[in-house]
Nanobody, 116 residues
Framework: QVQLVESGGGLVQTGGSLRLSCAAS????????MGWYRQYPGKQRELVAT???????EYADSVKARFTISRDTAKNTVELQMNSLKVEDTADYYC??????????WGGGTQVTVSS
């Protein structure tokens, strides 16, 4: 059974930091990409950051220089260090994992709230 379990969300003030973690289990074969999306109420999920098996990273423009993704390919974990948080970063954050072939697996989400 595939599971992606996130942790680390919470409430923080503007300018603060949070670190999200995600651990994937039950996925057979190599995971090509792992990363994070976020979703605002009534909106579609949008990419926040992703890291490929080879280490290539991609960030949404809105989080560049503030967020850092790191991945342990041996442990199938991925983390997102979020610094200088803004009110507009308030959203539900979802971890995902994708193999070369096959579906995208999602975690259940963790809520991040940034207060002014």
């Amino acid at each position: 059974q595939v599971q992606l379990v996130e942790s680390g969300g919470g409430l923080v003030q503007t300018g603060g930091s949070l670190r999200l973690s995600c651990a994937a289990s039950g996925i057979t074969g190599s995971i090509l990409t792992m990363g994070w999306y976020r979703q605002y109420p009534g909106k579609q999920r949008e990419l926040v950051a992703t890291q490929s098996l080879g280490g290539r990273t991609e960030y949404a423009d809105s989080v560049k220089a503030r967020f850092t993704i790191s991945r342990d390919t041996a442990k199938n974990t991925v983390e997102l260090q979020m610094n200088s948080l803004k009110v507009e970063d308030t959203a539900d954050y979802y971890c995902y994992a994708k193999r070369l072939l096959g579906p995208v697996y999602w975690g259940g989400g963790t809520q991040v709230t940034v207060s002014s």
